[in-house]
């Protein structure tokens, strides 16, 4: 990352100040050449009145016109030709320039002086004379070019003017500008160097903001991995890498969440084998002595064990049949099959099949017509009347209420109620209410499926005590189903 940001900064830099001294570098050109041909302009104004009287016969005006042009302080020639026949009036020169006069005040860059000997600019000229020796429309016409004088290597700026058959043509030395360009490239190779080490310095400072957290955040997932789930990570600020450690802490109290379920569930199935295991050996134990008991010649004797026999076959059967309901809710199997549902019959019909002759009284307010599973709303009500008969006491009451979105089934007994101590887990699997693993009908597993059955509709089951326990049951008047 820091490379990146490095090399990033770096390229940007070097385009940017690459780009910024060609554009000045340029910009500085056509402003000094502008600066020449003003100054040239201006010097030639004054002085070429006298080159009129010059070509007009008068050999003085030559002397004049040369102190004009001496006024710009640069190197200057007058030149003429006899340019051959064009069908171009005002085609180039077809011969070498010819000089009338000159005057040179060429400064020496490398001694700081005034040259002894100027040099002559007929070579410089002569490698331009196509570009600004060319005729124009007038004087006020000017042209330009840039030449590197043979003699001395310095660049030249030619300007250049034509008045009918002369041309005027002023050299300005480059020298002391291509120095002020280097010096200039130099600033900004300088300042491209610092805003590079500034971009250097600012990207380490950066990649260490960032890596700090993003290490913490590796350093916390290791530990999650290891199976410290409480591990979390400190969010600091609003920006993407805060967004980082709040989704880390997310994921990790999900994570951490889903890991006790799961030890949950693991410890409840090792509890659900060891009551199976339980609940199994005791029927099959009676089942063995009792088959025991067979051989002896007592009719008595036998027709006792048949009884014992029968009784824990049935007993084993209900559980088995019991343990596969639970087993098909924990897969998710469990199907629903909801037909409209009359509630009060339904009631009376459990009441005969599961607690036959036990007095209980029932009563019905509103609509209590439901959408269910007539099936399973019945094994509800078994199991809870069943309980009720087992565990509490005489009269047992089965309330029924019709509300506009649910319907409410109440079974009460006349008992104890159900003791503080069970009540949190009272629906849990294998819980009785005796609390000892004693010889009971019951397997602990009717409260567990009767909660399973009022889930699976979309409702509830709850417990509470009031002149013994009350079990309300909570259906939607249309189920899921």
Excluded at 4 to 15: L, M, R
Excluded at 121 to 147: F, I
Excluded at 299 to 316: D, H, K, M, S, W
Excluded at 422 to 433: A, C, H, W
Aim: net charge negative.
């Amino acid at each position: 990352m820091t490379a990146a940001v490095v090399t990033v900064t770096t390229t940007a830099t070097v385009v940017m100040a690459f780009s910024a001294a060609e554009i000045q570098e340029d910009d500085a050109f056509d402003r000094f050449t502008a600066a020449a041909k003003t100054s040239f302009g201006a010097m030639f104004g004054q002085a070429w009145p006298h080159l009129e009287q010059f070509m007009a016969g008068a050999p003085r005006a030559l002397e004049m016109f040369s102190q004009g042009m001496d006024k710009a302080a640069a190197d200057w020639m007058l030149v003429t030709s006899h340019p051959q026949p064009t069908n171009n009036d005002f085609g180039g020169l077809k011969g070498p320039p010819e000089v009338v006069k000159s005057s040179s005040q060429s400064h020496d860059w490398a001694t700081g002086t005034e040259n002894a000997n100027p040099p002559d600019r007929r070579a410089a000229l002569e490698t331009v004379k196509d570009v600004v020796l060319v005729r124009t429309t007038g004087p006020e016409e000017l042209l330009s070019a840039t030449t590197t004088d043979p003699l001395t290597g310095h660049r030249l700026l030619v300007v250049s003017a034509n008045f009918v058959a002369y041309w005027v043509v002023q050299f300005f030395d480059l020298t002391t500008f291509e120095q002020d360009l280097t010096a200039q490239r130099w600033k900004l190779a300088w300042i491209a160097l610092g805003v590079t080490v500034l971009g250097v310095a600012a990207a380490v400072f950066a990649a260490g903001r960032i890596r700090r957290p993003v290490l913490r955040v590796a350093s916390a997932a290791r530990d999650l991995g290891g199976g410290a789930f409480d591990v979390r990570v400190p969010v600091k600020g609003r920006d993407e890498l805060a967004d980082l450690a709040a989704s880390f802490n997310t994921m990790a109290d999900r994570v951490g969440t889903a890991i006790e379920e799961l030890r949950a569930k693991d410890r409840q199935q090792q509890r659900f084998v060891a009551d199976v295991a339980h609940d199994l050996r005791t029927p099959l134990a009676s089942m063995v002595a009792t088959v025991a008991t067979l051989e002896d010649a007592s009719p008595e004797v036998r027709t006792r064990a048949t009884e014992l026999l029968g009784t824990q076959a049935r007993r084993l059967a209900r559980l088995v049949e019991d343990l596969m309901e639970i087993s098909r809710f924990d897969a998710g199997s469990a199907e629903l099959r909801p037909e409209l549902v009359d509630l009060p019959a339904l009631v009376e019909d459990a009441i005969e099949v599961s607690v036959p002759g036990t007095s209980v009284q029932v009563t019905s307010t509103g609509d209590t017509t439901v959408s269910a599973d007539p099936r399973r709303v019945h094994t509800i009500v078994c199991n809870l009347l069943v309980n009720a008969e087992r565990y509490g006491r005489t009269p047992i009451t089965v309330s029924l209420e019709g509300l506009s979105g649910t319907v409410t089934i109440r079974v009460a007994d006349s008992g104890p109620g159900v003791p503080e101590e069970l009540r949190p887990i009272l629906f849990d699997r294998f819980v009785r209410g005796d609390h000892a693993r004693q010889a009971t009908e019951g397997s602990g597993l009717g409260l567990s499926i009767a909660r399973e059955n009022a889930l699976i509709h979309g409702g509830e089951i709850t417990v509470h005590n009031d002149g013994g326990a009350v079990f309300t049951v909570r259906l939607p008047r249309e189920s899921p189903g």
